[in-house]
């Protein structure tokens, strides 16, 4: 009978080895492992309580994750570590992780090294317990307690069976984290693969030969190849042409250094057009350091350059406004003389020979055409005087539109397209009128073949998403103004340049270069903004942009022409810094009879006041002197001694553009003269404002 109970407990224990085999072999879940093999332990070999705790080497604890069998709260009382300081570290499941070898304890009762759980093992009836660790190499993965109902139930050939499953259940431990760790490795890689398939920036993957090995989705929409197209190529496929050998060379020498190369670069797309794009290529290693391949990123920065230039170029306008507009100012000066003396001599023309009235005559006509060239330069800088009001840019166009046809060749077809309700702006209906003209002669010069060019006005509203590529704009509501033609169009690299004074494309005598820049400086005035696009060999659309003010109810009746100038006998203080025109400004106010005391500054001016005050009817200015007291001061100053003085100023800007105070000008009955101007012009504004007109 003994020999029976033998085998069949030797057969148990083949059960139990076995089972532990299958599971091992089809069981990759670490938890559902170690559950299953507390079963087998328990139901196959018979053992009352078994449980797997697995070692923290951070707390030198045993933390159970696997239990089965009756009395399994007895682990809920008790905690097992291997620290040999501590009374719990000195249990079976301790001694065993410490020693790496079996602990067995044959009797629980009275077994003097069983530590701190005797009572609660006793009152669940556990009266035997093996501890086999859980060894792989140098690693102690945990630890196996197997607990029996019967003292002195561990035998020899049922240790080496326990510690054989413990071996099996270490390689079953190995084996699922590794598995565990190749399903985080995947998931890691999948998640690599779908964040750099979804990125925004452009990344291409190439080997050390630059040969592409794959690109993502926002590669292919940056660069038009698809991955099957690029693939086993050489991103210089990309190139353009507009970076050198030597940017390459530095390129390659950086990135097979092993360092990272970062800049930018103009490429071709597959269809053949130009992007600029921010690129940074950091070399990747394999696992000895050696360079296999290189991760290139780009980002597409055409958008972002375009507006860089579209600034840097409104900033450049800005500055060559400035200058335009002192250059034009002190050019008026020069041209008030010239202009002043030309009319002063040609009332005396009958005793000049024809020759010499001839020559007069050119030298007037000169001088006018010099005035217009510095009234288009003023305009562009922004210091022209403006005659504001409610414009209604339809009815502008309509009353425009007959004239426009005949500036146009008869093989050009003229459209005009009336934004409805009708728009109105705020501005110079003159000034409106030469941005019209200038822009429709432009589109006419384009198109000498003939074409189509269509006027059209368009109410838009620009919100926050419009203006983020528009450098300029600004939210709010806008009238568009556009003058589109059929013609050759702009080449991009003349684009950035129309706007220039003075810069032109048209033979020589053909164009002056200032009517773009007139359109420019006119809208600025109107505090709007001129955009342009262009397509060589389509045309060209310039479409102009003013704030949108409501309808008007009527336009302002214009004023009826003045009378003939007439003279007087009133005393005038003339005070002007520049002595040709003080001198040529003094002649022609005799000339109609005027008293006159001259100063060439203000300080100058209040000595002649002190000693003329009684007597001085008019006080005619400029606007800007020197000595650090404005036109404006000076007549704040005497107007406070005598309030009926009378006031005209005078300047080469207009009256806005250096500070005129309209109130002020409103209250002293004040009037202002902008050079160059016509003697007679002179003679009238001063009447006119002695008179009080």
Known sequence: MADEAGVSELICLLRVLRGISQLIVRERNLQRLLAEACNILVQTGGYALVWIGLTEPDSRRVV??????????????VTATWDDESSAGQGPTGSAVRSRRPWVSQDTAADPGFGPGRAAALARGLAAVAAVPLVQGARTLGVVTVYAERAHSFHEVELDMLNEVAGDLALGLQAAEQEQERLQTIDRLRLVSSALESAANAIAITDREGAVSWVNPAFSQLTGYSLAEIQGCKLSRLKSGAQDAAFYRNLWETILAGRVWHSEMINRRKDGSFYTEDNTITPVRDERGEITHFTSIKQDITARKQLEEQLRQSHKLEGIGQLAGGVAHDFNNLLM??????ELLAEDSDTMSPLAREFLGQISSAAESAANLTRQLLLFGRKQAMQSRAVGLNDLIVNLSKMLRRVVSEDIKLDCAYGNPKPFVQGDPGMIEQVVLNLVVNARDAMPQGGRLQISTQVVRLEVGDIRIRPEARVGDFVCLAVRDTGAGIPPGILPRIFEPFFTTKEAGKGTGLGLPSVYGIAKQHQGWVEVTSLVGTGTTFEVFLPLIPAATSDP??????????GGTETILLVEDQLPVRLMTRRVLESYGYQVHEAASAREAMKIWRQHAGEVALLLTDMVMPGGMTGWELSEQLRAQKQNLKVVFMSGYSADVVGGNAEF????????LQKPCANADLAQTVRNCLDGK
């Open 665 to 672: 000008m409103r209250q002293c009955q004040s009037f202002f």
């Open 64 to 77: 159970p994750v696997a239990r089965a069998g009756r009395g399994a709260d007895y682990l809920d009382e």
């Open 557 to 566: 009746a214009s004023l009826p022409g003045a009378a003939g100038p007439h």
């Open 337 to 342: 003389v010239i202009r002043g003396n030309a």
